[in-house]
């Protein structure tokens, strides 16, 4: 008698177990990312290799972008969102949105939450796209479902 309960003690146990496993990983796993790592936001970085290297990305992480406030010596970055592959493609800001300030990539940084999966056409806007075009300050991020997360 005694036996039989408390087998059925840990096959409960066992089972929220399960239940646990199953369902907690969807909800909390987002990861953290700082965009460029120790480069951080800045002229001359190449961030669609840094996309490569660590993608995939999956919904509800987030990118930070860390970069200082421009002074004598520092020169500004700022982050803005394009509309289209186009505009993207040829660092055309017209129709761009800003995302942070020259100023918000300071202290811990500002941190963008990929909430949508579509894709994401991050540039910097400073010099009239000068830091897009010749300075590599674009990348595309288009995240994955959090359920195909596997790791
Ligand atoms: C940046 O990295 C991408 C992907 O690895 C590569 O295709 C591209 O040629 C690189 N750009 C430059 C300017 O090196
Ligand atoms: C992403 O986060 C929001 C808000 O915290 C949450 O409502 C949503 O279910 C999350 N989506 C996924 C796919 O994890
Ligand atoms: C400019 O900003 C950088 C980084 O925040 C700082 O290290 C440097 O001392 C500042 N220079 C001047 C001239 O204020
Ligand atoms: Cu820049």
Redesign the pocket.
């Not at 005694?2 to 929220?16: D, H, I, P, T, Y």
């Not at 660590?54 to 930070?64: A, E, I, R, Y």
């Not at 991050?122 to 590599?136: N, S």
């Given at each position: 008698m005694e036996g039989r309960s408390s087998a059925k003690l840990v096959a409960a146990a066992a089972a929220v177990a399960v239940a646990m496993l199953v369902l907690v990983p969807e909800a909390t796993r987002a990861e953290r990312f700082i965009v460029g790592d120790a480069a951080r936001w800045t002229w001359g970085y190449?961030?669609?290799?840094w996309v490569?290297k660590k993608g995939p990305f999956f919904q509800n992480d987030s990118l930070v972008f860390m970069y200082d406030p421009p002074n004598a010596t520092v020169h500004a970055h700022s982050v803005y969102m394009m509309r289209s592959a186009a505009a993207y493609q040829s660092c055309n800001l017209k129709a761009a949105r800003l995302v942070a300030n020259v100023m918000q990539g300071a202290g811990q940084g500002y941190e963008f939450v990929l909430k949508k999966r579509k894709p994401h056409y991050f540039v910097c806007g400073e010099r009239g796209g000068i830091h897009c075009t010749m300075g590599?300050m674009k990348f595309i991020v288009k995240p994955k479902s959090s359920a195909c997360r596997d790791d």
């Amino acid at each position: 008698m005694e036996g039989r309960s408390s087998a059925k003690l840990v096959a409960a146990a066992a089972a929220v177990a399960v239940a646990m496993l199953v369902l907690v990983p969807e909800a909390t796993r987002a990861e953290r990312f700082i965009v460029g790592d120790a480069a951080r936001w800045t002229w001359g970085y190449n961030y669609t290799d840094w996309v490569i290297k660590k993608g995939p990305f999956f919904q509800n992480d987030s990118l930070v972008f860390m970069y200082d406030p421009p002074n004598a010596t520092v020169h500004a970055h700022s982050v803005y969102m394009m509309r289209s592959a186009a505009a993207y493609q040829s660092c055309n800001l017209k129709a761009a949105r800003l995302v942070a300030n020259v100023m918000q990539g300071a202290g811990q940084g500002y941190e963008f939450v990929l909430k949508k999966r579509k894709p994401h056409y991050f540039v910097c806007g400073e010099r009239g796209g000068i830091h897009c075009t010749m300075g590599q300050m674009k990348f595309i991020v288009k995240p994955k479902s959090s359920a195909c997360r596997d790791d």
